[in-house]
């Protein structure tokens, strides 16, 4: 199974910061990575597809990047609708594999 | 508009067989660009990826749980049926049902909708 880790696994910023999320795969898995936003008692939500495709209706302040074994989600310009946690996907073998989440809290 | 609904019993007893069923509509699954998956979530725990319907009937089980995983399909009433036997306290989470969708010009895919997903506890 291709393994996940993401850092950190929890981050306090505050409105209007820049925030940097990794992913981190344990062998490469192209660029076949997703991003998830999930509230508390909410579905996940797309944010990211194939590492860096924005989903549609996704605010611009979100971008992905990366491939192979290391990717990144950034949030420019927190807002404080963006509060949340954060996961990653890769969709490049089976069993597909999450990370286990990044929290990101008000400071 | 696409919608899934996540249905079933809330509360089951260890050793019982859960059935799950997930209710969609505005897609079809006789899409070769869509099929749905199943993923769950313990409570304040990570998601986990369980099962996937795709390419019309192919499905995909999770190796660590597939002795215990069905997945089943009526096209005709837009639902997929999930099933796992022999449950125990740590399988309780929430289940979601989510429609997989063919990225357009990459050879990828993503889970564009969700379900509100269904809390189901088991007790011993």
């Known amino acids: 199974d291709i393994q996940l880790t993401q850092s950190p696994s929890f981050l306090s910023a505050s409105v209007g910061d820049r925030v940097t999320i990794t992913c981190r795969a344990s062998r490469g898995i192209s660029s076949y990575l997703a991003w998830y936003q999930q509230k508390p008692g909410k579905a996940p939500k797309l944010l990211i597809y194939a590492a860096s495709t924005l989903q549609s209706g996704v605010p611009s302040r979100f971008s992905g990047s990366g491939s192979g074994t290391e990717f990144t989600l950034t949030i420019s310009n927190l807002q404080p609708e963006d509060f949340a946690t954060f996961y990653c996907?890769?969709?490049?073998?089976?069993?597909?594999?999450f990370g286990g989440g990044t929290k990101v809290e008000i400071k | 508009q696409i919608t899934l609904e996540e249905s079933g019993p809330t509360l089951v007893k260890a050793t019982q067989t859960l059935t799950l069923t997930c209710s969609f509509s505005?897609?079809?699954?006789?899409?070769?660009?869509?099929?749905v998956g199943w993923i769950r979530q313990p409570p304040g725990k990570a998601l986990e990826w369980l099962a996937l319907f795709y390419l019309h009937d192919d499905k995909r089980y999770n190796p660590s749980l597939m002795s215990r995983l069905t997945l089943t399909k009526d096209t005709s009433k837009n639902q997929v049926v999930l099933t796992m036997t022999n449950m125990d306290p740590v399988d309780t989470a929430t289940y979601y049902c989510a429609r997989r969708r063919q990225a357009a010009g990459v050879s990828t895919y993503y889970f564009d909708y969700w379900g509100q997903g269904i809390l189901v506890t088991v007790s011993s």
């Open positions: 996907q890769q969709l490049n073998s089976y069993p597909l594999t």
């Open positions: 505005g897609f079809s699954i006789s899409s070769s660009e869509v099929g």
